[in-house]
T-cell receptor, first 116, second 114 residues
Framework: GAVVSQHPSWVICKSGTSVKIECRSL??????MFWYRQFPKQSLMLMAT?????????EQGVEKDKFLINHASLTLSTLTVTSAHPEDSSFYIC????????????FGPGTRLTVL | AQSVTQLGSHVSVSEGALVLLRCNYS??????LFWYVQYPNQGLQLLLK??????LVKGINGFEAEFKKSETSFHLTKPSAHMSDAAEYFC????????????FGKGITLSVRP
């Protein structure tokens, strides 16, 4: 149980285009979803926290107009990287949380974004 | 604010040897603590978690960790390393409020020598 999927697993795009990444909880309803960014050989950096039906809460320094998060349902959250540039290239990981699980987060497999 | 310290960036052990990965936390109240493992180009998988029940926590793949409040530590151990244990390991902390975010340590790379 507690499986989280991400789509796509990798994407290559041209500079200036927008890319949407989907995060789904497959067998449970997630009270909260989280989006992380991970640079090579580094830890996870929390970008934002989202709850279904409400605006995402962004971490300090994360541009909310560049990284658009939509949490349409209890099983789906999307991250759109708008007007992507090469410096946005990274590994993006989502996770889903359950309030009843002592704040354990269930992680998706990640999306590798490369902006040319 | 909470924080996690994972000393060192790389640990190398021989196959069959003891694995010890250190984690110290800083929190004003007893937190929840987690160890996650990440294989290359994959998401994170939970190894074990401490939620204020037993201080010695057993997880998957033979790993365990002991919560020591006096030392603010939550070190991860495994008696006998396998080649398949080679991966990146992250310690994380959250407070006990619902849906609280995780604060991760910088991670430790574990290598296992044949």
């Amino acid at each position: 149980g507690a499986v989280v999927s991400q789509h796509p697993s990798w994407v290559i795009c041209k500079s200036g285009t927008s890319v949407k990444i989907e995060c789904r909880s497959l067998d449970f309803q997630a009270t909260t979803m989280f989006w992380y960014r991970q640079f090579p050989k580094q830890s996870l950096m929390l970008m934002a926290t989202s709850n279904e039906g409400s605006k995402a809460t962004y971490e300090q320094g994360v541009e909310k107009d560049k990284f658009l998060i939509n949490h349409a349902s209890l099983t789906l959250s999307t991250l759109t990287v708008t007007s992507a540039h090469p410096e946005d290239s990274s590994f993006y990981i989502c996770s889903a949380g359950l309030a009843s699980s002592y704040n354990e987060q269930f992680f998706g497999p990640g999306t590798r974004l490369t902006v040319l | 604010a909470q924080s996690v310290t994972q000393l060192g960036s790389h640990v190398s052990v021989s196959e069959g040897a003891l694995v010890l990965l250190r984690c110290n936390y800083s929190s004003s109240v007893p937190p929840y603590l987690f160890w996650y493992v990440q294989y290359p180009n994959q998401g994170l998988q939970l190894l074990l978690k401490y939620t204020s029940a037993a201080t010695l926590v057993k997880g998957i793949n033979g790993f365990e960790a002991e919560f020591k409040k006096s030392e603010t530590s939550f070190h991860l151990t495994k008696p006998s390393a396998h080649m398949s244990d080679a991966a990146e390991y992250f310690c994380a902390v959250s407070d006990t409020g619902a849906n609280s975010k995780l604060t991760f340590g910088k991670g430790i790379t574990l290598s296992v020598r044949p």
